[in-house]
């Protein structure tokens, strides 16, 4: 196959926005479209390498298979090595079991698979996984495996054929894709079937370029470089991908792989030195960045700046030239490594780091080296409610008022409703109230902004759920008391993981008020109705997930402080200072008040951990809040 310098360029144009996306520059918001480009890229140059084998009879599984492994895996093993250390030394005992069970997905191909089962690709947690990218490689490895024996099967059809079978399979996988983001947006992202019709456009444009060459257009490849760019400029973690929306991207690509002649502007532009020796480590600088960004953003107590995230950045390009010369270049030398050294060393790239990741799981992250004894036993204190798999809604087990859960026996007399803060409260509510023989009906949604008779853009299932559930409570005559609680300050400005006093902008003034007003008609339509309401504010939030600040510290009294109060005073003032547009009849318990003491706010008191993760409480710390609530029911 004729060397191609724009494909080096194109792989320039695809990696350097993919990594200054995932450092977060607001610029490059649509970066995640690189991996898009790499896709393209990748039909384009196996299918060529297949037809040319193919028509000259030459074709061998085998040494398919033995290039790609000299390809992908020894950088590949090389990276996930390095991690283990970082790994060890950074990570808590349940990050280091999703990195262990990453380590087993990797090197089975099919990480695209475990990341789809545990978070959405744009979720703050998902930042602090070190293998994450890795599930783009997956789905390259499953089409490496599949397509050679697709066109092995059909080529006896004739190649025009073959083509048009290829074309519908990649117009079937498009419309699979514009059905799964409205219906399993998270499996539309990670999954191979509805991102098969990328690499399927790069096939069906190898099988152009070898019918009819290269054409010379430069409006047709200008057009294809720019709708790219717009591409990463324009869309965002909220632009529903892949769908239709990604048309632009991969037909950009395709535009550039048949019009980008040599002697066109947009060839020359991507055939500059700098752009394809960027283009030549692509690889390499895309497997090194995410290790670096997610190490970081676990070892720092608040979010990286910029400047550090644009250093790391350049560190992973100079880390990609070391392993593009030192790895990935020596590997492709038939001359240093023979076909029987790479059959042989390919078991050991995958052998090795599957069985780490066995052990790993095994022993829950390695819970007993990482942590001592006084800090396992915080740990064990800082559990969630048992009834959270099977009574919280979300738009993923959408159920209302009639399906909810409810504790335990007696007459139904109190619900209890919000959003994912609510479930450990109702759970822990309900523990207190069974003396008193009054069942209590339990109602959560996730992610879900409070709102009763207006619809929040963006949050059209949350917004029905709470106008039916508000509804049915007011109209059910035996509840008496109506407890609240909501993690407001989300609500109000985005962001899950915001450090004071750089708040995020997510969220306008205009948004903040309205969203705002919502949450009082919601508390006012229960008052108005004669419902004894007791209105929980958000508990403090912690900087990070209590496992961190159990590991960071040696635990010794059982106290174990979360945040300054100070801070915490701050980061809730728009709510503070709004508390008098809440009808006085209706009664607020503060955790705050619980939780903190003059100077600063707990995680943990003794022995006994206040929270689960970062902001949910507990069992434990929701009991304290519990006891309150009773306290002002007595009231």
Same mark, same amino acid.
């Given at each position: 196959?004729?060397?191609?310098?724009?494909?080096?360029?194109?792989?320039?144009?695809?990696?350097?926005? #993919?990594?200054?996306?995932?450092?977060?520059?607001?610029?490059?918001?649509?970066?995640? #479209?690189?991996?898009?480009?790499?896709?393209?890229?990748?039909?384009?140059?196996?299918?060529?390498?297949?037809? %040319?084998?193919i028509e000259k009879n030459k074709f061998s599984l085998i040494n398919f298979y033995e290039r790609r492994a000299r390809r992908i895996l020894p950088a590949l093993f090389f990276v996930m090595l390095a991690c283990v250390p970082f790994a060890w030394f950074l990570m808590v005992?349940?990050?280091?079991?999703?990195?262990?069970?990453?380590?087993?997905?990797?090197?089975?191909?099919?990480?695209?698979?475990?990341?789809?089962?545990?978070?959405?690709?744009?979720?703050?947690?998902?930042?602090?996984?070190?293998?994450?990218?890795?599930? %783009?490689?997956?789905?390259?490895?499953?089409?490496?495996?599949?397509?050679?024996?697709?066109?092995?099967?059909?080529?006896?059809?004739?190649?025009?054929?073959?083509?048009?079978?290829?074309?519908?399979? %990649?117009?079937?996988?498009?419309?699979?894709?514009?059905?799964?983001?409205?219906?399993?947006?998270?499996?539309?992202?990670?999954?191979?079937?509805?991102?098969?019709?990328?690499?399927?456009?790069?096939?069906? %444009?190898?099988?152009?370029?070898?019918?009819?060459?290269?054409?010379?257009?430069?409006?047709?490849?200008?057009?294809?470089?720019?709708?790219?760019?717009?591409?990463?400029?324009?869309?965002?973690?909220?632009?529903?991908?892949?769908?239709?929306?990604?048309?632009?991207?991969?037909?950009?690509?395709?535009?550039?792989?048949?019009?980008?002649?040599?002697?066109?502007?947009?060839?020359?532009?991507?055939?500059?030195?700098?752009?394809?020796?960027?283009?030549?480590?692509?690889?390499?600088?895309?497997?090194?960045?995410?290790?670096?960004?997610?190490?970081?953003?676990?070892?720092?107590?608040?979010?990286?700046?910029?400047?550090?995230?644009?250093?790391?950045?350049?560190?992973?390009?100079?880390?990609?030239?070391?392993?593009?010369?030192?790895?990935?270049?020596?590997?492709?030398?038939?001359?240093?490594?023979?076909?029987?050294?790479?059959?042989?060393?390919?078991?050991?790239?995958?052998?090795?780091?599957?069985?780490?990741?066995?052990?790993?799981?095994?022993?829950?992250?390695?819970?007993?080296?990482?942590?001592?004894?006084?800090?396992?036993?915080?740990?064990?204190?800082?559990?969630?409610?048992?009834?959270?798999?099977?009574?919280?809604?979300?738009?993923?087990?959408?159920?209302?008022?009639?399906?909810?859960?409810?504790?335990?026996?007696?007459?139904?007399?109190?619900?209890?409703?919000?959003?994912?803060?609510?479930?450990?409260?109702?759970?822990?509510?309900?523990?207190?109230?069974?003396?008193?023989?009054?069942?209590?009906?339990?109602?959560?949604?996730?992610?879900?902004?409070?709102?009763?008779?207006?619809?929040?853009?963006?949050?059209?299932?949350?917004?029905?759920?709470?106008?039916?559930?508000?509804?049915?409570?007011?109209?059910?005559?035996?509840?008496?008391?109506?407890?609240?609680?909501?993690?407001?300050?989300?609500?109000?400005?985005?962001?899950?993981?915001?450090?004071?006093?750089?708040?995020?902008?997510?969220?306008?003034?205009?948004?903040?008020?309205?969203?705002?007003?919502?949450?009082?008609?919601?508390?006012?339509?229960?008052?108005?109705?004669?419902?004894?309401?007791?209105?929980?504010?958000?508990?403090?939030?912690?900087?990070?997930?209590?496992?961190?600040?159990?590991?960071?510290?040696?635990?010794?009294?059982?106290?174990?402080?979360?945040?300054?109060?100070e801070w915490w005073l701050n980061r809730n003032q728009f709510v503070r200072t709004r508390i008098s547009d809440i009808p006085k009849s209706i009664a607020i318990v503060d955790p705050t008040q619980l939780f903190c003491d003059e100077t600063q706010c707990f995680a943990a008191k003794n022995g006994v951990a206040y929270y689960f993760d970062d902001d949910h409480m507990s069992i434990a710390g929701a009991t304290v809040v519990a006891k309150r609530v009773v306290e002002k029911m007595g009231d």
């Amino acid at each position: 196959m004729k060397y191609r310098a724009e494909i080096d360029g194109l792989r320039a144009l695809a990696v350097v926005p #993919v990594i200054l996306f995932h450092a977060g520059f607001d610029l490059f918001s649509g970066g995640f #479209v690189g991996v898009d480009v790499f896709f393209v890229i990748s039909g384009y140059l196996i299918t060529t390498l297949l037809i %040319s084998d193919i028509e000259k009879n030459k074709f061998s599984l085998i040494n398919f298979y033995e290039r790609r492994a000299r390809r992908i895996l020894p950088a590949l093993f090389f990276v996930m090595l390095a991690c283990v250390p970082f790994a060890w030394f950074l990570m808590v005992p349940s990050q280091m079991e999703d990195f262990s069970q990453s380590l087993i997905a990797v090197s089975l191909f099919a990480s695209n698979f475990l990341f789809w089962s545990e978070s959405d690709y744009f979720a703050p947690a998902a930042e602090e996984k070190p293998l994450l990218h890795t599930w %783009s490689l997956a789905v390259e490895e499953q089409y490496y495996f599949l397509f050679p024996i697709f066109l092995l099967l059909t080529w006896r059809y004739g190649k025009n054929r073959v083509f048009w079978l290829i074309a519908f399979l %990649s117009l079937a996988s498009l419309a699979l894709s514009e059905w799964s983001w409205r219906n399993s947006p998270v499996a539309n992202f990670y999954l191979a079937p509805t991102r098969v019709w990328e690499l399927l456009a790069g096939s069906m %444009s190898a099988f152009i370029v070898q019918k009819a060459g290269i054409n010379k257009n430069n409006t047709l490849s200008l057009i294809g470089l720019f709708a790219i760019l717009l591409t990463i400029f324009l869309y965002d973690k909220n632009t529903p991908f892949p769908s239709l929306y990604a048309l632009p991207t991969v037909v950009g690509v395709v535009l550039i792989i048949l019009f980008a002649d040599k002697h066109t502007a947009v060839a020359k532009l991507l055939s500059t030195r700098v752009i394809v020796g960027i283009g030549l480590i692509s690889y390499s600088a895309y497997l090194w960045h995410q290790p670096l960004f997610a190490f970081a953003r676990i070892h720092a107590q608040e979010s990286p700046s910029p400047t550090y995230m644009l250093i790391l950045s350049a560190v992973s390009m100079g880390l990609a030239v070391l392993s593009w010369k030192f790895i990935e270049t020596p590997f492709r030398d038939r001359a240093l490594v023979s076909k029987k050294m790479v059959l042989y060393i390919t078991p050991v790239f995958l052998f090795f780091p599957l069985s780490l990741g066995l052990v790993g799981h095994a022993n829950n992250g390695f819970e007993g080296s990482l942590l001592n004894a006084n800090q396992r036993g915080l740990l064990d204190t800082a559990i969630n409610s048992p009834k959270r798999d099977d009574c919280h809604a979300s738009k993923r087990d959408y159920f209302g008022y009639d399906d909810a859960c409810e504790y335990f026996e007696g007459e139904l007399k109190v619900a209890v409703f919000g959003d994912s803060h609510t479930v450990e409260l109702a759970y822990a509510l309900a523990k207190e109230l069974a003396p008193t023989q009054q069942r209590l009906k339990h109602l959560s949604f996730s992610n879900c902004i409070p709102s009763y008779g207006i619809l929040i853009e963006g949050y059209d299932d949350c917004s029905n759920w709470t106008n039916d559930v508000i509804s049915r409570v007011i109209n059910e005559g035996s509840i008496e008391t109506v407890v609240v609680s909501y993690r407001i300050n989300e609500a109000l400005f985005g962001g899950h993981e915001a450090t004071f006093p750089t708040l995020p902008s997510n969220r306008s003034k205009q948004e903040r008020e309205k969203i705002w007003r919502a949450y009082v008609d919601v508390l006012n339509a229960l008052d108005e109705n004669g419902k004894n309401v007791i209105l929980v504010m958000q508990a403090p939030e912690l900087k990070e997930p209590i496992e961190r600040l159990i590991k960071r510290d040696q635990v010794s009294n059982g106290d174990l402080s979360g945040i300054s109060k100070e801070w915490w005073l701050n980061r809730n003032q728009f709510v503070r200072t709004r508390i008098s547009d809440i009808p006085k009849s209706i009664a607020i318990v503060d955790p705050t008040q619980l939780f903190c003491d003059e100077t600063q706010c707990f995680a943990a008191k003794n022995g006994v951990a206040y929270y689960f993760d970062d902001d949910h409480m507990s069992i434990a710390g929701a009991t304290v809040v519990a006891k309150r609530v009773v306290e002002k029911m007595g009231d």
